[in-house]
């Protein structure tokens, strides 16, 4: 059986791809935050939940460490922890670009990290780290400063990652989603129309796909999961 480290499990993103390997036969281990609010609704035998604070690079580094004791191989990795504020420059301070900062771009390293270099060590691994449409091309991160700033760096580490990694069968690919259809954004944009939005399920299914191997030959790919938004 395949294993795969979820981060974030409990959020949007996270329970999708988490159903979906459930379906595909892995098991899933994913992370939860201390003292997260009971809000998964994923029984499963094959389903376990750690209790980790990834912006604590030990306890993080600790965290992978079991998960290597425990399951020898980790298979694939799907790193989802982040967060969202919006701020032009005028309301932006480097107190809320270190914020984002860590909780965008410190959370996804202190997991890499220990992650990529178990993989390069196995001489396989799939690893997803989670960008966004705004850290690709700074226009659409106008009036989003920090966050847009501290996803853009998301997409960095993956070429650094995957230059690293040549000859030795693991890939890191960034998946950039415009608007995920969730029911916070639903709430925070009544107006908009969800429908062009992307559903977390249709990106649980392209991360699937990419970890497969018909996408063996694929090197450095950039998920623009964006449908009609
Ligand atoms: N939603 C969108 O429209 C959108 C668009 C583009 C990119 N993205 C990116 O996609 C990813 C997933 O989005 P989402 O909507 O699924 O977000 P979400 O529902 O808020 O999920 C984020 C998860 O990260 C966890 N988390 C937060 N801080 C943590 C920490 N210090 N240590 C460990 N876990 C922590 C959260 O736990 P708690 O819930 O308990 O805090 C939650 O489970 C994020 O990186 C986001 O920036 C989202």
């Not at 990834?54 to 922890?81: G, P, S």
Request: hydrophobic share 40%.
């Amino acid at each position: 059986m395949k294993t795969i480290i979820i981060t974030g499990v409990s959020g949007n993103l996270g329970q999708a791809v988490a159903k979906k390997f459930l379906r595909e036969n892995f098991k899933v281990i994913g992370t939860v935050i201390p003292n997260d609010p009971a809000k998964l609704n994923i029984s499963d035998a094959n389903f376990e939940t750690v209790t980790v604070d990834l912006m604590n690079e030990d306890e993080a580094e600790k965290f992978v460490q079991q998960v290597i004791d425990k399951h020898k191989i980790i298979d694939v990795a799907v790193l989802t922890v982040g967060g969202f504020a919006m701020g032009t420059i005028a309301e932006t301070k480097m107190t809320d670009i270190l914020k984002q900062h860590k909780l965008n771009f410190q959370t996804t390293y202190h997991a890499a990290r220990p992650i990529f270099l178990q993989m390069v060590k196995q001489e396989n691994g799939r690893i997803f780290l989670t960008g966004a449409r705004t850290g690709i091309d700074m226009r659409y991160s106008k009036g989003m400063i920090a966050y847009g700033l501290s996803k853009s760096l998301i997409f960095r580490l993956a070429e650094l990652m995957n230059e690293e990694a040549k000859g030795h069968n693991v890939v890191t690919s960034v998946i950039a989603p415009s608007t995920i259809d969730t029911p916070q954004n639903r709430k925070s944009m009544p107006d908009a129309d969800p429908s062009k939005w992307v559903k977390a399920e249709d990106i649980a299914s392209t991360i699937y796909f990419y970890s497969t191997e018909q996408a063996l030959a694929i090197r450095e790919p950039v998920l623009k999961v964006y449908n009609n938004a």
